[in-house]
């Protein structure tokens, strides 16, 4: 395990000859306390302590809107597309890095998505630690997402005058030796990096009225009936922003666009939502999601207990964009404590 320092007064050198080398991407302001992802050219332009993006960086790993294959019906061809950019990924946190190792073990597990694979390929990711909550939706704790967990390059956590970072990968030996800007560090900053993970494990607590092993039990085949889901169809409005700001949502749906000549086109994939309506709809009109409650129950239970069962981790990684866009005001930490209150789970 290597560990070196980078000066604070030597971060914005640091952007700026990343973004020499290769497009940057980080996270910047876009006022109201509203932040997104996007491309930078210097350190001035990122803002370090920042609650989650809008999006979350998934933008970049599976695109909102992403063309798959070109057909030509004339000459009777179909060329597969595969996009992808390279680019460096700054100052993402220990919940979104955990929404990519999510989306990792989907699109890995078979049939293998070799778009997905070969784009997270070309991506470099540096991660940055959340020293505090970042507000009060955030339920990282419970979901042990609040302390690094792999998935990185390179890991910097604050500390007085410096960043202290971890080099986790081959990827990252190479940004080191390319900026030339970091330093050895010393035991006193590795104290302080044991502080600082201390302190965490002090303040942050788990969020619910669950503990973080119960609660793939805690959606058993009786929270399935629960009355929950019926405060949750009077209340939801099934606008998709919950699955669309999810770091580890991923459906979509598959589009064929034919030109005006009526003889060339494409064939893309988009973002879909399990909340909308026709998600779940079929020919003859038969819906087996027909109502918003039904929606709501199943997002939860695709967050805390399929995954569970099949891939041994919740993909619900704590981040809190679901409760922060709702625009229903419905929030994750309250329904999980209404099931465990309604069974009279005991912590």
Same mark, same amino acid.
């Given at each position: 395990m290597r560990y070196l320092l980078l000066k604070k007064a030597n971060f914005d050198d640091f952007i700026s000859s990343l973004a020499q080398i290769?497009?940057?991407v980080a996270p910047v302001s876009r006022g109201?306390?509203?932040?997104?992802?996007?491309?930078?050219?210097?350190?001035?332009?990122?803002?370090?302590?920042?609650?989650?993006?809008?999006?979350?960086?998934?933008?970049?790993?599976?695109?909102?809107?992403? #063309? %798959?294959?070109?057909?030509?019906?004339?000459? *009777?061809?179909?060329?597969?597309?595969?996009?992808?950019? $390279?680019? &460096?990924?700054?100052?993402?946190?220990?919940?979104?890095?955990?929404g990519i190792q999510c989306l990792n073990i989907v699109f890995s597990d078979k049939p293998?998505?070799?778009?997905?694979?070969?784009?997270?390929? #070309? %991506?470099?990711?540096?991660?940055?630690?959340? *020293?505090?909550?970042?507000?009060?939706?955030?339920?990282? $704790?419970? &979901?042990d997402n609040h302390l690094p967990n792999g998935g990185y390059d390179l890991f910097f956590t604050e500390l007085d005058d410096s960043?202290?970072?971890?080099?986790?990968?081959?990827?990252g030996e190479e940004i080191v030796e390319k900026t030339r800007l970091f330093i050895p560090n010393d035991q006193e900053h590795l104290n302080k990096l044991e502080a600082i993970r201390a302190r965490k494990r002090?303040?942050?607590?788990?969020?619910?009225?669950?503990?973080?092993?119960?609660?793939?039990?805690?959606?058993?085949?009786?929270?399935?009936?629960?009355?929950?889901?019926?405060?949750?169809?009077k209340r939801?409005?099934?606008?998709?922003?919950?699955?669309?700001?999810?770091?580890?949502?991923?459906?979509?749906?598959?589009?064929?666009?034919?030109?005006?000549?009526?003889?060339?086109?494409?064939?893309?994939?988009?973002?879909?939502?399990c909340q909308t309506e026709p998600f779940a709809k079929v020919a003859g009109g038969e819906n087996f999601r027909k109502t918003r409650g039904m929606r709501q129950r199943h997002r939860y239970f695709r967050k805390f207990r399929y995954p569970a069962e099949r891939y041994s981790r919740y993909f619900c990684t704590g981040c809190g964009r679901c409760t922060r866009t709702c625009m229903a005001k419905i929030s994750l930490k309250?329904?999980?404590?209404a099931l465990a209150a309604e069974q009279k789970y005991k912590k």
């Amino acid at each position: 395990m290597r560990y070196l320092l980078l000066k604070k007064a030597n971060f914005d050198d640091f952007i700026s000859s990343l973004a020499q080398i290769e497009k940057v991407v980080a996270p910047v302001s876009r006022g109201y306390n509203s932040f997104s992802f996007a491309e930078v050219k210097s350190g001035k332009e990122i803002t370090l302590k920042y609650i989650p993006t809008v999006l979350p960086p998934k933008k970049y790993f599976m695109p909102q809107r992403e #063309k %798959l294959t070109e057909f030509n019906k004339a000459e *009777n061809s179909v060329e597969a597309i595969l996009e992808y950019e $390279k680019m &460096v990924i700054f100052g993402v946190h220990t919940c979104d890095l955990a929404g990519i190792q999510c989306l990792n073990i989907v699109f890995s597990d078979k049939p293998k998505d070799i778009n997905y694979l070969v784009r997270k390929n #070309k %991506l470099v990711i540096i991660g940055l630690e959340c *020293n505090d909550y970042c507000d009060q939706y955030a339920s990282c $704790k419970v &979901v042990d997402n609040h302390l690094p967990n792999g998935g990185y390059d390179l890991f910097f956590t604050e500390l007085d005058d410096s960043f202290i970072v971890h080099v986790n990968t081959g990827l990252g030996e190479e940004i080191v030796e390319k900026t030339r800007l970091f330093i050895p560090n010393d035991q006193e900053h590795l104290n302080k990096l044991e502080a600082i993970r201390a302190r965490k494990r002090e303040i942050f607590k788990e969020e619910v009225n669950v503990k973080h092993k119960d609660l793939v039990t805690l959606f058993n085949d009786k929270a399935f009936e629960s009355k929950v889901w019926e405060d949750l169809d009077k209340r939801c409005v099934a606008c998709g922003n919950c699955t669309a700001v999810c770091p580890t949502c991923y459906c979509f749906d598959i589009l064929d666009n034919i030109n005006l000549d009526l003889n060339t086109g494409d064939r893309t994939r988009r973002w879909d939502s399990c909340q909308t309506e026709p998600f779940a709809k079929v020919a003859g009109g038969e819906n087996f999601r027909k109502t918003r409650g039904m929606r709501q129950r199943h997002r939860y239970f695709r967050k805390f207990r399929y995954p569970a069962e099949r891939y041994s981790r919740y993909f619900c990684t704590g981040c809190g964009r679901c409760t922060r866009t709702c625009m229903a005001k419905i929030s994750l930490k309250e329904t999980v404590n209404a099931l465990a209150a309604e069974q009279k789970y005991k912590k």
